[in-house]
């Protein structure tokens, strides 16, 4: 960002220490305000699209009518060859980098004629942690 004020490297910040993490606007928001920022809801959505914009951060359409999560890259190149697996229990998004899933789209390539965004592509279903949660209930 060329100007940054207070609130927009607060956010940064706040981006960096939690990296790993693909958060929603208004996680990030709510995560902001209850660790004492003063940083406005309208404020944390407007700089996560400027700087989803200018590629500090990646952006990944949720499916579920909550929008979008956003993740802070440290290398714009960490998730172009990899595929993203989203939990629908806790809303996770887990990064897999696995052989049968790049030759499946080898296969949609040759014998479909259609080439997948790795990057974009998202395969829905329930993480380990929360299969295991829903069988002890």
Known sequence: MSYKTKQSEELIE??????????????VYGEL?????TVGRTTVYRHLEKLYSEGAIRKFLTGDNSGACFQ???NPEACHNHYHLRCNSCGRLI???????????????????FYLDT????????CEHCKTNEKEV
Do not use: P, W
Request: aromatic fraction near 8%; glycine fraction near 4%.
């Open 14 to 27: 706040f981006l960096k220490q939690n990296k790993n993490r693909h958060m929603t606007a208004e996680e």
């Open 95 to 113: 990064h897999t980098d696995c052989d049968f899933l790049n030759e499946l789209a080898e296969h949609i390539k040759d014998e479909h004629s």
């Open 33 to 37: 305000h209850s660790n004492g920022s």
């Open 119 to 126: 990057e974009k592509t998202v395969i829905y279903g329930v």
């Open 72 to 74: 802070y890259v440290d």
